[in-house]
């Protein structure tokens, strides 16, 4: 008897609707068709369940697809939104739509594109038509990936071309107001020897009904090219988030990725490092506090292709009431990639009874000169510091907030950006404090 | 007038088994007292006892402050009202500086005589440490290290020393602080306590050994031996010690094995 679980119903979505939506958009010929075969994979792939090792710890049938599965257009006016201390450029997006685009006129005129994904595609459309979805992020990568192929709403696109070194830090953000889903994309682009720094986050208002969003980020970056890319993640308790987010380096290229889980219901974050050129380097940090409620879960890769590519991944949470916390990792060295230096590293913190994390790491190693280790663990607070903290009179609870505090400071350390720093401590304060 | 830590007729059991066995001693502001004991003789729970920890369950006695009973105060609230207790074994707390961590406790005493307190200013927070830090003739680097992670032994013991100056309690109480120290090291921090050392603060030095007693002279020597003080004397007695070693000290009062609640 093959009897499918009712609960994993499949999305409901059709093929008129890609159509549609390409058709308002009137959309070349190329992204048609680009979205018609990435249907026609989300089409043949089954949905992700509890017998695939990568969803098992991911019960995401909460989800009211019938409510849930219609795009937002999203003209709600922002509200509550971060302050942004960028000068390169800013860029916000309500829903689908662009409320504000702007970029140092400085930074235009060297060439530098930073622009929503519908103006990019009327004015740099061979650079869409060349790096979207074709080479980090691919629909093949899963079923929510080839979902945002068929379907993805709105996005940005940062190009930084060869040799210009970008000072000023960008930024954008993703607002959601409104129920329903929206498929958000980001694309950054470096070219050889570019150089940037870039914010992204995405926030919204917690609402009664639920909302989706099924993003991707791609990173593609060129001979020696150098990106510190942080991005928060910081939707309502009402939104089931699902991301891939990839990175794809070439010959002596320099990551420095954070990233950053807060908001949400249930977010299931697939972040991966492609390091396929020799040389090159990632530093993967993340940051994510999971409250009643909230599942948040990261599934990492650090894929070395390339002979003398290092990468560094360090992942810390705590986890509050009933949350939970999700984090599988897995570092692969592919054959004939020698002098690697490979390092995971993963700590959760259970700040109350029904609070639960599942760390898992992995190596698979086929190449014979390598470096690789990972370190696990979840933990509880422990008494002896407490205790110790408190003979100096410091009451309880902030002995408690101090500790950690200390637990975060080491990936708080690796953020460039001290706005973002302070911000994420006082969420983190808040949380303690029994705030959300 | 001078603060007064007075344990009476204190008995302490941990996990079912009773460690003291009827504890008394006086320590004023201003007085140098050495305890001094084999190992398991009881002197690390009294240092822990008078501070509160959780696992040390007082079974019959009291311990006052200037009079008044703190059995029901909590560890902050004893430290609040001028205890200290420098540990053998300091804990490490990455991702918290020193100075970060100093300030948290200055303001947590400040808050708790004012409410509305706004916390020490960082201008004036970093003239205090610093002046503390000169004192102790200490390193300014100590300050933006994390605490005690990753310290020699030494170090670490230096920065107990060194919250000691900066919180400024009334009575500090120092158990085994010599341990694992170096001559060198010892000496410092001996020399840091000394000080300190003078009528605005008791010292109550816990020491299996008497070496430390080569650098910080106490008035008082009390012996420790099954969870009692034995004998009290002056600074003699802990040349008899070294002397005589602990062996007479059992002959004369020991019992055997400490007995269950």
């Known amino acids: ?436 | 007038m001078s603060a007064t830590l007075e344990i009476r007729n204190l008995h302490v059991s941990v996990e079912g088994r009773l460690i003291l066995n009827g504890v008394n001693l006086t320590v004023r502001q201003g007085e140098i007292h050495a305890l001094m004991g084999p190992n398991g003789s009881g002197k690390s729970t009294l240092a822990n006892t008078i501070m509160g920890h959780p696992a040390y369950i007082v079974e019959q006695g009291d311990i006052l402050f200037d009079g008044q009973s703190i059995l029901d105060l909590k560890t902050d609230e004893r430290a609040r009202l001028g205890l200290f207790l420098a540990f053998q074994y300091p804990v490490a707390i990455p991702g918290v500086t020193v100075a970060n961590f100093i300030r948290t406790a200055i303001n947590a005493r400040r808050r708790a005589l004012d409410p509305q307190d706004k916390g020490i200013s960082i201008p004036e927070f970093r003239k205090l440490l610093k002046a503390k830090m000169d004192f102790l003739q200490m390193d300014y680097n100590f300050a933006g290290r994390y605490l005690n992670d990753g310290f020699s032994g030494g170090e670490k013991k230096r920065v107990e020393v060194l919250q000691l100056a900066a919180l400024e309690p009334k009575i500090a109480i120092l158990d085994e602080t010599d341990s694992g120290l170096d001559i060198d090291a010892l000496r410092i921090v001996a020399e840091g306590v000394n000080a300190l050392a003078g009528p605005s603060l008791g010292v109550l030095v816990i020491t299996h050994y008497q070496r430390i007693l080569n650098y910080i002279k106490p008035q008082y020597v009390h012996i420790m031996l099954e969870g009692r003080i034995v004998e009290s004397g002056g600074a003699d007695m802990a040349l008899k010690l070294e002397e005589k070693g602990y062996d007479w000290v059992r002959e004369k009062y020991g019992n055997g094995a400490p007995q269950a609640v």
């Not at chain 1, 219609?70 to 662009?98: C, K, Y």
């Not at chain 1, 080839?146 to 210009?164: D, E, F, M, N």
């Not at chain 1, 609070?355 to 422990?382: F, W």
């Open chain 1, 1 to 436: 008897m093959t009897k499918r679980i009712t609960s994993l119903r499949p999305i409901p979505y059709i093929r008129a609707d890609v159509e549609e939506l390409s058709r308002s958009r009137s959309e070349p010929a190329w992204l048609l068709e680009r979205r018609l075969r990435a249907w026609e994979i989300f089409e043949s792939l089954p949905m992700p369940g509890p017998k695939d090792e990568s969803w098992r710890r991911t019960d995401y049938r909460a989800i009211k697809w019938d409510a849930v599965a219609h795009l937002v257009p999203g003209r709600q006016a922002p509200t509550g939104l971060p302050e942004s201390d960028s000068d390169g450029g800013l860029i916000v997006q309500s829903g689908a739509e662009t409320v504000r685009a702007q970029l140092a006129g400085e930074l235009a005129a060297k060439g530098v594109i930073f622009t929503d994904l519908t103006t990019a595609l009327a004015e740099h459309g061979g650079l869409l038509r060349e790096h979207l979805m074709t080479r980090a992020v691919l629909p093949e990568n899963g079923k929510f990936a080839a979902l945002h192929g068929a379907l993805w709403t709105h996005g940005i696109l940062l190009y930084v071309p060869r040799g210009v070194d970008v000072t000023l830090p960008l930024h954008s953000i993703w607002w959601a107001g409104e129920p329903g889903t929206i498929m958000g994309h980001v694309l950054i682009v470096l070219d050889e020897n570019a150089s940037v720094s870039y914010i992204h986050e995405t926030a919204s208002p917690t609402l009664q009904e639920q909302a989706l969003s099924v993003g991707a980020t791609e990173i593609i970056l060129g001979p020696n090219s150098s990106l510190r890319y942080v991005q928060i993640q910081n939707w309502g308790r009402h939104t089931f988030e699902f991301g891939h987010n990839h990175a794809l380096l070439t010959r002596d290229a320099h990551l420095e990725w954070v990233i950053n889980s807060i908001g949400s219901r249930l977010s299931k974050s697939f972040v991966r490092v492609e390091l396929e050129g020799e040389g090159a380097s990632a530093t993967v940090s993340g940051i994510y506090f999971a409250s009643d409620g909230q599942l948040l879960d990261h599934d990492t890769r650090q894929n070395h292709k390339a002979p003398r590519t290092t990468s560094n991944l360090l992942f810390k949470g705590a986890v509050k009431g009933t949350g939970r916390s999700v984090w599988q990792g897995m570092i692969h060295v592919h054959p004939g990639a020698q002098k690697i230096d490979g390092f995971q590293e993963s700590r959760t913190l259970l700040l109350s009874e029904g609070a639960h994390a599942d760390n898992i790491p992995g190596l698979e190693i086929e190449a014979d000169d390598v470096k690789c280790s990972h370190a696990a663990t979840v933990g509880r607070l422990e008494e002896e510091p407490i205790y110790y903290l408190m003979t100096r009179g410091v009451p309880r609870a902030e002995a408690e907030r101090l500790i950690i505090e200390g637990f975060f400071a080491q990936v708080m350390d690796r953020i460039p950006f001290a706005s973002v720093r302070e911000r994420l401590g006082e969420e983190i304060a808040g949380r303690l404090n029994g705030s959300g």
